[in-house]
Every structure is written in C-alpha cells, then in structure tokens.
C-alpha cells in the first residue's frame, strides 16, 4: 500500500538557521507533491506544489526539491523565524486525480 | 481569495446526537468539497469526495449511512454524523479547489471542526 514518511515528528532549530523538513514515499508515483503549513486547530494552509518533472521550486523563503529517483522530497526554510513554528504536512496526488494522501506531518519548533 | 469556511467550529454533544457541520466556498464555486478527519498526531485521512447535485464518494471503511454528506449547491457541503458516539470524537476538515474534481491544483482548507462526544 502507499506510504508516506515524514522524517521525524518533531524539529527544533533555531532562529536564523535553515529547516530541512523530508518526506518519503513508497508504492506510489506521483504526480504531484504539495507542502501545506498547518497550524494548532487550524485547517492546512497550502505553501508549494512541485511536479514530477520539476527538480525544484522556490517562493520566499521557501524551497522545495522533488527526487522522483529517491521517492523523496526536502521542504527548507531559511532564515527561520519562531512564527514559522507549525506543523508542516506533505501530501502526493497522481495525474489526473484530486485526491491528496497525506503524510502525519512535522512539527517544527524554532527557537528564538 | 478561495476561502473555506467552516462552521461549527467546536461542538460538544451527547452520545446518540446528530451533528451537521457545513463547509461553504466563500469567493468561489467548488463542484467538488472534499472532507477529510484527522486523529491527534495523525495525518489527515480523506473521508469522502463531496459532488454538486450528486452522491457522495466515501472512501474504503467511511460507513455512508453514519456520515451523511449533501452537496445542494456549488457553495454549500454538510456533513452530518449521525447518532455520534465517543468513537466519532476527532477534528473534521473539509477542503475544495479551483479548479473541480480532476484538477490538481492545490487544496484550501476550513478551519475544522472539533467534535467531542461525551
């Protein structure tokens, strides 16, 4: 069955250094792969959505690399800040499908 | 713009209650809401796929008698669980996108309801 792994529960870093959040999956090919931020009883809030055929993609402080070789994506902010605090989420869809598989999500916590 | 809404966003009930809960696409038309639950320190797990003017789609293990979804407009998507016991307690999401049901592009996301049922 299809499985996402995001690599550990929980992150601290500390403020001014880069976050280097990861996700794994295995028995799937994506298509696609989005970053969501969510925060404590809050819905997720969409940030970045690379393709297959992208190495990788940039917003802000916000960059995301897509390895479809290692069936990995890296998620990294830098200059982090303590309100990037929040629990970061990736979620996989294939082609031509909507529905988004979630992975249980990162929590990071940076430090001031 | 594209924001959801969701309502309520806590509800505390007794065992045996049916609870409706709403999601409305604010600034746009959604043919499609998609309704997701999520456990604590658990991913998010999409329940069903709601569509305009037609059935539900559950997923694998979401009894569709228990979690009654209705789609009566392209704003508007209520979920109701029905005689909810403690087993039902967990935070429910619903999300839609721009662009329908074979779109890929990206989710927006209520603001959840919590549920606990005593």
């Known amino acids: 069955s299809q499985k996402i792994e995001q690599n550990s529960e929980a992150l601290n870093i500390q403020e001014g250094k880069t976050a280097t959040l990861t996700c794994n999956y295995t028995n799937y090919s994506p298509a696609y792969l989005q970053w969501y931020r969510q925060d404590p009883g809050r819905g997720p809030v969409f940030l970045l959505l690379i393709r297959e055929n992208e190495k990788e993609k940039r917003k802000e402080r916000l960059k995301v690399t897509f390895d479809t070789t290692l069936k990995q994506s890296l998620f990294h902010i830098t200059a982090s800040q303590p309100a990037d605090s929040a629990t970061y989420l990736c979620?996989?869809?294939?082609?031509?499908?909507?529905?988004?598989?979630f992975g249980k999500g990162t929590k990071l916590s940076v430090i001031p | 713009g594209a924001v959801v809404s969701q309502h309520p966003s806590w509800v505390i009930c007794k065992s045996g209650t049916s609870v409706k809960i709403e999601c409305r696409s604010l600034d746009f038309q959604a043919t499609t809401m998609f309704w997701y639950r999520q456990f604590p320190k658990q991913s998010l797990m999409l329940m069903a796929t709601?569509?305009?003017?037609?059935?539900?789609?559950?997923e694998q293990g979401v009894e569709k008698d228990k979690f009654l979804i209705n789609h009566a407009s392209l704003t508007l998507s209520t979920l109701t669980v029905t005689s909810a016991h403690p087993e039902d307690s967990s935070f429910y999401i619903c999300?839609?996108?721009?662009?329908?049901?074979?779109?890929?592009?990206?989710?927006?996301f209520g603001d959840g309801t919590r549920l606990s049922i005593l």
């Open positions: 979620a996989l869809s294939g082609a031509g499908s909507y529905q988004l598989t």
């Open positions: 999300s839609a996108n721009l662009g329908g049901v074979y779109s890929n592009q990206p989710q927006h």
């Open positions: 709601s569509n305009e003017g037609s059935k539900a789609t559950y």
